[in-house]
């Protein structure tokens, strides 16, 4: 049988156009929109503080009051994962802390972003929008400084908030429909998915209300930590032993005679992301002042001193090879606070250590009652000697 290209010229025309309707049929069958559910503001859909949480229309939608008084309040009927979580705010005064709390699984593992309106109506306040992770029952919010953004925070108005979560990264925005405020390149909780929850802190009353979830809409954020450009600095100590922790009472002070011994029982412990060894992570924490001890060991070519820079919460004691080289605080409540306001950095502070020709031992006491606690420590050159990795 023979076929004319002018026979097979429609043929060709309805088989392209069959086969356009069929991929585009299965294209809009393989986009489902993201399934939108409305959080009732409701008492019975929620666990909450009887007395302490006030369910009310107001502005012409159900919403809820909270105080400094009214603790968390958790939503029952839905576990999170990734997707949007989107809700209005109002405050009555710059000082409620309104929060947002997600894959809660209790007390004390969960993942945080809250709004500090004590800077409401400065635009440039670095501060207005904050993220932390709770680990172990300890609120990370001084070991995080660098999640934290600048947000047009309105009092006696509503706030649009938007959290927009994917695996590790995470975006918030806050009165903005198109940048977000804050972008988290990698949350640090110990959760993946669990409640979500309302709170707020601090005098004043916060309202929330329209309250809204579209789970697994994560809008082509990647589920993939975005890189720790600290991965790449090579002056990092990352490599460390530590002790268990062990009481301080107040007022001691870890001098020479606390060092440890031939006997003490040591562990190893890597620092994470940012450089940072975290002690809240491995021990959680306590209302009553305690300390570790941690140690590093260094090689160097040569007798010289070196630079080093470190960041702490809330105390330090250094010594290298058993002598005391120095001893500093950052202590929030005290106002013995280092910059960035008593949160750790690496700008916390610098000194010298004067090295030994051969191997050297640093030893660091950090010692805690307040908040998250760790270490991050990194030397400034590392010309003539080398960080030991065991």
Avoid at 84 to 106: A, C, G, L, Q
Wanted: with cysteine; net charge negative; aromatic share 12%.
């Amino acid at each position: 049988m023979k076929y004319t290209l002018n026979g097979l010229v429609p043929v060709l025309i309805f088989l392209m156009l069959f086969e356009r309707s069929h991929m585009e049929k299965l294209y809009h069958e393989s986009v489902i929109p993201a399934k939108e559910f409305k959080i009732p503001l409701l008492p019975e859909h929620w666990d909450f503080q009887e007395g302490k949480v006030e369910f009310l229309n107001y502005k012409g939608v159900n919403a809820v009051k909270m105080d400094q008084k009214s603790g968390y309040m958790i939503y029952k009927d839905l576990d999170f994962t990734n997707g949007t979580i989107e809700f209005d705010v109002e405050v009555d005064r710059p000082m409620p802390f309104p929060t947002i709390y997600y894959r809660w699984k209790n007390e004390g593992e969960s993942e945080h972003v809250y709004l500090r309106t004590g800077v409401a109506g400065n635009r440039e306040a670095v501060d207005a929008v904050q993220y932390a992770s709770i680990v172990h029952g300890v609120n990370l919010w001084d070991l995080q400084y660098e999640f934290q953004s600048a947000a047009d925070i309105k009092i006696n108005q509503w706030n649009h908030v938007k959290l927009v979560v994917s695996g590790k990264q995470l975006r918030v925005y806050v009165n903005s429909d198109s940048v977000p405020n804050l972008e988290i390149p990698a949350m640090e909780g110990n959760t993946q998915s669990g409640k979500i929850g309302l709170g707020t802190g601090f005098p004043g009353q916060a309202i929330f209300a329209n309250l809204i979830v579209r789970p697994d809409d994560t809008e082509n954020l990647p589920a993939v930590p975005a890189p720790d450009l600290t991965r790449h600095d090579t002056r990092y100590l990352r490599h460390w032993q530590v002790t268990a922790p062990d009481s301080l009472p107040p007022g001691q002070e870890l001098t020479a005679y606390r060092l440890p011994d031939s006997v003490t029982n040591w562990q190893g412990i890597q620092a994470e992301r940012r450089g940072l060894v975290n002690l809240s992570r491995k021990f959680g924490g306590s209302r009553q002042r305690h300390y570790v001890w941690l140690k590093a060991r260094i090689q160097s070519d040569m007798p010289q001193k070196k630079t080093i820079r470190m960041g702490f919460s809330d105390e330090i004691w250094v010594f290298l090879n058993r002598q005391p080289v120095y001893v500093d605080k950052n202590i929030y409540y005290l106002n013995m606070r280092k910059n960035p306001d008593g949160r750790i950095s690496i700008d916390n502070c610098s000194f010298e250590i004067p090295l030994k020709e051969g191997m050297n031992e640093l030893v660091v006491g950090v010692a805690n009652d307040f908040y998250g606690w760790g270490l991050i420590a990194r030397l400034e050159s590392l010309d003539g000697i080398e960080i030991d990795m065991n």
